[in-house]
């Protein structure tokens, strides 16, 4: 049963503090997006790869995340340094891409980040 | 703007009803739609989709929805609701003019009551 995994479940920090999430793509998926989810934002799309190549980060606040894909079983999202506000639950998600074909995203459990 | 909408944060329903949950977008070309399921404390799931076709499209659990183009709508119906369809169920678009564009809608509550 393909699953993609994220790991650690759960995380707590002090702000300043760097945070690494990591996310392993179902095997044969050549798309990665990674998520935020507030009660108050509701989902919100933070960068998405293509064949490890990233397409779109506009939502990604570029001056502390930075998402990278170091191979193709492999996406981290990184904030350093890490604030209170960035207290949300980030899901990564796959899929697979066809031409222009596209199919659905599946999604991990997600990390539910608590900054202190 | 592009995007899409969920005009109702909750719905009601009686177990055995029923149910629609609504959702409406607004993209360039032909559009491709996601209903998405998100049970407490996990990822959210897919339902279904339309690409092309039938507008009438069915997935996981009962559940279907109808692409109507005139309308701009793609709503989410079950014939009779389960109170394990309690949930909150997502509507996604992707722009079917540039792909590397698609929305999330803000998610509606469905809670189904005995």
């Known amino acids: 049963d393909a699953r993609v995994t994220q790991t650690p479940r759960h995380k707590v920090t002090e702000m300043g503090q760097e945070v690494t999430m990591r996310c392993q793509p179902i095997?044969?998926?050549?798309?990665v997006f990674w998520y935020r989810q507030t009660m108050m934002q509701g989902l919100e799309l933070l960068a998405y790869?293509?064949?490890?190549?990233?397409?779109?980060d506009s939502g990604m606040p570029k001056d502390r995340f930075s998402a990278e894909m170091p191979d193709a079983t492999l996406a981290t999202l990184k904030i350093q340094p890490s604030e209170p506000r960035d207290s949300a639950v980030y899901f990564c998600?796959?899929?697979?891409?066809?031409?222009?074909?596209?199919?659905?995203?599946?999604f991990g459990p997600g990390t539910r980040l608590t900054v202190l | 703007a592009q995007s899409v909408a969920q005009p109702e944060d909750q719905v009601n329903v009686a177990e055995g009803n029923p149910l629609t949950v609504k959702c409406t977008y607004s993209?360039?070309?032909?559009?491709?739609l996601f209903w998405y399921v998100q049970y407490p404390n996990r990822g959210l799931q897919f339902l279904l989709k339309?690409?092309?076709?039938?507008?009438l499209v069915k997935g996981s659990y009962g559940f279907e929805a109808e692409f109507n183009k005139s309308q701009t709508s793609f709503h989410l119906k079950k014939p009779s609701a389960l109170v394990s369809d309690s949930a909150l169920y997502f509507c996604?678009?992707?722009?079917?003019?540039?792909?590397?564009?698609?929305?999330f809608g803000s998610g509606t509550k469905l809670n189904v009551k005995p």
């Open positions: 996604a678009v992707r722009d079917g003019n540039n792909f590397n564009k698609f929305y």
């Open positions: 790869f293509r064949n490890r190549a990233p397409l779109d």
């Open positions: 095997l044969g998926h050549n798309t």
């Open positions: 339309y690409i092309t076709g039938d507008n």
């Open positions: 993209v360039s070309g032909n559009p491709y």
């Open positions: 998600a796959s899929g697979l891409d066809r031409g222009l074909y596209y199919n659905e995203q599946f």
